[in-house]
């Protein structure tokens, strides 16, 4: 599911504005699992290799990058 959810992620401008402002709620809607949801939040990319093993580094850095605007 987690590879599912990071696809659309990338592909949909509305999804990600809503994670950039709210990731956790976003991911609960989405129906991601409470481990899924920590690897993310974690931002550990060990455990985000093991539950999303088919998305690239790339992809990841890329959701987890901080936006200093906030």
Do not use: C, W
């Not at 989405?30 to 974690?42: F, N, R």
């Amino acid at each position: 599911m987690l590879d599912k959810f990071l696809a659309q992620l990338g592909e949909d401008t509305e999804l990600l504005e809503s994670y950039q402002k709210a990731p956790k709620e976003v991911m609960e809607e989405y129906g991601l699992s409470e481990d899924d949801i920590t690897a993310m939040l974690s931002a550990d990319e060990q455990k985000l290799k093991e539950r999303a093993p088919h998305r690239s580094p790339t992809h990841l850095l890329f959701v987890h990058q901080p936006n200093d605007e906030k």
